[in-house]
C-alpha cells in the first residue's frame, strides 16, 4: 500500500509539466495558511493571560510560563508550514 502510493507520488513529481509545478504551488499556499492558524491560538492565549493575571496578580508567574510555552508549541505550527511551502516550491 505504501510502496503504490510512493510510486504515484513520485509519478506525479516526475511529470515535467504545468501540473506537477501547479500543484506543488497550491499545496505551498495552502501549507503557508497554517500562519494563520497559528497566529489566532497565540492571540488568544495572550488575551486569557492577561485576563488571567488581572484576576490573580500573585499567580503571574505561573500563568506567564504556561503561556509562553503555549505561544511556543502554537508557534511551531506556523513554521512547519512554512518549511513544507518551502519544501514544496524547492521541488
Same mark, same amino acid.
Given at each position: +500500500?505504501?510502496?503504490? /502510493?510512493?510510486?504515484?507520488?513520485?509519478?506525479?513529481?516526475?511529470?515535467? $509539466? !504545468?501540473?506537477?509545478?501547479?500543484?506543488?504551488?497550491?499545496?505551498?499556499?495552502?501549507?503557508?495558511?497554517? %500562519?494563520? %492558524?497559528?497566529?489566532? %491560538?497565540? $492571540?488568544?492565549?495572550? &488575551? =486569557?493571560?492577561?485576563?488571567?493575571? %488581572?484576576?490573580?496578580?500573585?499567580? !503571574? $508567574? =505561573?500563568?506567564?510560563?504556561? +503561556?509562553? /510555552?503555549?505561544?511556543?508549541?502554537?508557534?511551531?505550527?506556523?513554521?512547519?508550514?512554512?518549511?513544507? &511551502?518551502?519544501?514544496?516550491?524547492? =521541488?
Amino acid at each position: +500500500m505504501i510502496q503504490t /502510493i510512493l510510486s504515484l507520488l513520485t509519478t506525479i513529481f516526475a511529470v515535467e $509539466g !504545468s501540473i506537477a509545478s501547479g500543484l506543488a504551488y497550491l499545496g505551498a499556499g495552502i501549507a503557508v495558511l497554517t %500562519g494563520f %492558524g497559528s497566529g489566532i %491560538g497565540e $492571540g488568544m492565549a495572550a &488575551a =486569557k493571560a492577561v485576563e488571567a493575571v %488581572g484576576r490573580q496578580p500573585e499567580a !503571574s $508567574g =505561573k500563568i506567564t510560563v504556561t +503561556m509562553i /510555552i503555549g505561544c511556543a508549541i502554537a508557534e511551531t505550527t506556523g513554521l512547519y508550514g512554512l518549511i513544507i &511551502a518551502f519544501m514544496l516550491l524547492s =521541488k
